[in-house]
DNA sequence: GTCTATATAGAGATAGAC
DNA sequence: GTCTATCTCTATATAGAC
C-alpha cells in the first residue's frame, strides 16, 4: 500500500525532532508539535503512546542523523589529523547547538533511561570512533606517543560539546570556532613546542 | 531592623537557584519554587514581579558565586599552568553539571537578552581571566609561543562545560575526568613532542 | 486514521483578606 | 509581608464521532 506524500507519523516525528532540538524536551508541548506537523490530537496519540514515545523515535533519528554526519567526515581517506580537522571545521550553525548534546540538560531526558539511552550511545560511538583514529595517527607519528587516545577522543567531543555552550551564551559563533582553533593547534603535528618548563623569570 | 534567621526573599532565591540548577528555567515552575521555598503564592509577587525577576535574582547570584570560585583557583601564586591545573581538577559533581552553563540550553534564557546577560558575563569573564593566564604563562616558557592564548582560553571553557555533557549522558563522571586529563596533557609543558608529521604509513 | 470535544492537572499571575 | 482564593491559559491525555 502507497501513502501519497509524507504520512502524518512522519510529520510528527519531524516537528518534533525540530522542536526538541530548539526548546528542548520539557518545553516541548504536544500541542506545539501538532500546530507544526498540522495535525490533530487524534493523529498523535493514535500512532504514538503519548510525548515520550514520539520524542523517543525522535530522538532515535536525530542521534542516527548525528552518526551519519559524523561519520561523513570521519571516515574519509586521509590522516587523524585531516579527519578529525574536518570534523571540527565542519559547517554548523553553532548558535543551534548540537540536537542531541542538549538533551543531557533536560531533566525529563536525564531521569528517564529509555529516552537517555540514544543520547547516550551516540556521544559515546563518537567517542570510540575519535579514539580508533586518535591512536591510528598515533602510530603513524602524526600524534605524540604521549597522547592517550581515549582522553584526546573524550576532550575532542567536548570541545564542541562546549563550543556550542559558549557560542549561545555570547549569541556568537565565533567563541566555538576559537574552541576548536585552540585545539587543533595543541593538536597539530610539531616539530618542537619551545624551550622546556622554565617558570622562571 | 534586624531579620531573625533568613528572610523569605532570601529563600526564594536560594529555592529558585537549586531548581535552575536542576531543571533549568522552562522546567522550573513557581509553585516548583514556592513548595521548595516554603512560601505562599503572594510572598513570591510580592518581592518580585514575577518568575523572570525571580530567576533574575538567582542567576545573578549563582553566577558571581562561580566567578568567585573560578577565582578561588586562578588567583594562586603559582605557576599558568598549576593554577589551570587546579582549576580544572577541582572537585566537582560533575553529574549537576555548570549552573551557569546550562542555562544556555534554555530557549526562555537565551530569548532573553535581560536573563543571558549574567550568562554571557560570567563565561567570557573566565575565558579572558584564563586568556590572562595563558599569556603570561607563554611570556614565562611554559607554553608554546605558538600558543593563542584566546583560543587556547575558549578550549579551556570548552571543555569544562562539554565534559559536563558527556558526564551526563553518560550518567558518570569519568568523561568529564578523561577530557580533562586529555587536555591538560596536550598543555603540559614539554621538551619536544616527537617526530615530526610523517604521515606515510 | 483523523478529527473535534472533553477532562484533569498545573503554570503563571492577580485580588483581597489578615 | 504573608496568606488563601481565584482566574485564565496551557499541558497532557482520553472519548468517541466520522
Keep these: 500500500m502507497y501513502t501519497q506524500g509524507v504520512n502524518t507519523s512522519e510529520r510528527l516525528i ?6 526538541l532540538w530548539e526548546r528542548g524536551y520539557v518545553g516541548t ?23 515520550p ?13 548525528m552518526r551519519a554526519t559524523a561519520e561523513a567526515d570521519l571516515g574519509r581517506p586521509d590522516t587523524a589529523y585531516e579527519r578529525i580537522s574536518a570534523y571540527l571545521l565542519r559547517e554548523r550553525d553553532a548558535l543551534r547547538g548540537c540536537p542531541v548534546g542538549r538533551l543531557t540538560m533536560d531533566p525529563d531526558v536525564i531521569a ?4 537517555r539511552a540514544p ?22 607519528g602524526e600524534f605524540s606517543a604521549s597522547l592517550i587516545p581515549s582522553e584526546t577522543a573524550a576532550l575532542i567531543v567536548a570541545t564542541v560539546q562546549g563550543g ?19 585545539l587543533l593547534a595543541l593538536l597539530a603535528p610539531q616539530e618542537c613546542a619551545g624551550p622546556a618548563g622554565s617558570a622562571a623569570g
Excluded: C, N
Design 164 to 182: 556550542y555552550v559558549l557560542a549561545r551564551a555570547s549569541s556568537s559563533p565565533a567563541a566555538f570556532d576559537a574552541g576548536v582553533r585552540g
Design 29 to 51: 508541548s504536544p500541542k506545539a508539535i501538532l500546530r507544526q506537523a498540522g495535525a490533530g490530537q487524534g493523529s498523535m496519540y493514535h500512532h504514538f503512546t503519548g510525548k
Design 14 to 19: 519531524e516537528a518534533t525532532r525540530e522542536l
Design 112 to 115: 528517564s533511561d529509555e529516552l
Design 119 to 140: 543520547v547516550d550511545e551516540t556521544l559515546d560511538w563518537l567517542r570510540e570512533r575519535l579514539e580508533e583514529i586518535v591512536e591510528e595517527g598515533r602510530e603513524r
Design 53 to 65: 514515545d514520539l520524542a523517543l523515535a525522535a530522538i532515535r533519528r536525530t542521534a542516527a542523523e
